[in-house]
């Protein structure tokens, strides 16, 4: 059994793709025989020898069938470890991004503005968990100049977990809400997961990127080595002009202001902007470059995407909810001048205890504003169901679109927000 990392990296790593997926194997590949509790990877290393990988990381010695086979204790652990490794000798500033809300388009706002400066590698989508990380980081070669690491959590230490691994240089956290409570078990371990991204760079010296206005970060990181972005005393300072349709934001930058024209939809997205702003501006993006690549950018993955129909305009907002994104997304659209509202909302996941609670507030929230029609989907809603005349309720996301089916929406501006479980963007077609 093997386990030099050093010796396997040089080997039968460097300068090859690596994958987990036996379905995506190009010829040359290592394909990481990773275990699930509902798959066993070893089973499929011959699959994707014969597809053309070059060498099958397994960690099963049932499954070792000799040349291009080679046997780990413990095939994720070796992914982790030869990702860090990996890291360690491209000798890239890594930054890392987390938070409750805003960080996977925080992350490719980054990636569009150092782009325009650095052969930037980033987060794909959003693998950003114990896989994710290290595979992002296999993914940089000697080219790479700059790497963008999304890490979440849904379980107390795992960004540290994560920081280990990437070893980040700098970092941003978005902000701190309640989300995954059910794997966190109270708030205050949220704090503290997400506070090891700021505790790993204070301990490398490295510099962390806060929004001086939110308080809860500014107490978090009040003996860090901090670069400010905000309203006012800042060493970036922005102001939000307009949040619909599109966020409009004006940047102050030492040369003059500068309008920044987004294609994303809503005030929340002002934060995620100035980030990416700051973190050009620290490493010397020019001003109108960072203006080109946030106005250039178009969110494309669920997340705050303004659609006009033959019938209806909708903002769709269906990849994540929980009760802060939630509300602010609410928020948002009872800004919106429309003469006819309709809200669609997912039930929200893994909150525990306070799950009823949270959705109560939620239906308080849509009952204050006034919107015209409310059509809630699951049972975590149905739950709090109070007989409130504007909302139906659907017990899943193919109820509702029967219903749709029948009573098709007309002349409408409709929010869609939930999670990924709900799949509700599903439903834009029927719209």
């Known amino acids: 059994m093997t386990t030099n990392i050093a010796s396997l990296y040089e080997t039968y790593i460097r300068g090859h793709r690596v994958t987990t997926d036996s379905r995506n194997i190009q ?26 990988a070059a060498t099958a990381i397994i960690d099963d010695p049932e499954f070792d069938n000799g040349e291009g086979y080679i046997l780990v204790e413990n095939t994720l ?10 890291r360690h000798r491209l000798g890239i500033p890594i930054l890392g991004i987390t938070g409750t809300n805003g960080k996977t388009t925080t992350k490719e706002l980054c990636y569009a503005v150092l782009s325009r400066r650095f052969k ?7 693998l950003n968990n114990h896989i994710g990380v290290p595979l992002t980081l296999l993914s940089m070669d000697e080219t790479t100049e700059f790497g963008i690491v999304e890490m979440g959590a849904n379980h107390p230490g795992e960004i540290k977990i994560l920081c280990d691994i990437a070893d980040p240089d700098f970092g941003v956290i978005t902000n701190i809400g309640q989300a995954h409570l059910e794997g966190f ?28 206005e939110d308080p809860l970060l500014m107490e ?29 934001y004006e940047l102050k930058t030492l040369k003059g202001n500068l309008c ?26 020019p001003a109108v470059s960072i203006q080109h690549a946030i106005e250039d950018y178009r969110p494309s993955n669920l997340r705050s995407q303004l659609i006009k129909t033959a019938h209806n305009t909708i903002i769709l907002d269906a990849y994540n909810a929980n009760p802060s994104s939630m509300a602010v997304a609410l928020a948002n659209f009872a800004e919106m001048p429309a003469p006819h509202k309709t809200v669609v909302l997912g039930e929200m996941r893994e909150l525990g205890q306070v799950s009823e609670e949270a959705h109560r507030k939620i239906i308080d929230i849509l009952q204050e504003n006034h919107f ?3 059509f809630l989907v699951g049972n975590n809603f149905e739950h709090c169901s109070n007989n409130l005349n504007f909302i139906r309720y659907f017990k899943d996301t193919d109820a509702l679109i029967v219903f749709l089916k029948n009573h098709p929406l ?14 509700l963007e599903r439903i834009v077609e029927y719209l």
Request: with cysteine; aromatic share 12%.
């Open 27 to 52: 010829p040359g590949d290592v394909f990481i025989a990773l275990r699930g509790d509902n798959f066993n990877g070893n089973k499929f290393a011959q699959q994707a020898l014969s597809q053309g």
């Open 77 to 86: 652990t070796f992914l982790q470890e030869t990702a860090a490794y990996h």
């Open 120 to 126: 930037t590698v980033a987060t794909q989508g959003n």
């Open 185 to 212: 078990g109270c708030y205050e371990n949220i704090i503290s997961t997400k506070k090891q991204l700021y505790d790993h760079i204070f301990r490398k010296k490295g510099k962390v990127f806060v929004n001086a």
């Open 220 to 248: 978090l990181s009040r003996d860090h080595n901090r670069i400010l972005y905000g309203k006012a005393e800042a060493y970036l300072k922005g102001e939000l002009l307009q949040s619909i349709p599109y966020m409009v």
């Open 260 to 285: 920044i024209r987004t294609k994303l939809t809503g005030g929340y997205n002002f934060d995620n902007a100035m980030a990416a702003s700051c973190i050009g501006t620290y490493f010397d993006v």
């Open 372 to 374: 015209n029609t409310a």
């Open 410 to 423: 007309q002349d409408s501006c409709i929010l869609v927000k939930g999670s990924r479980g709900n799949q």
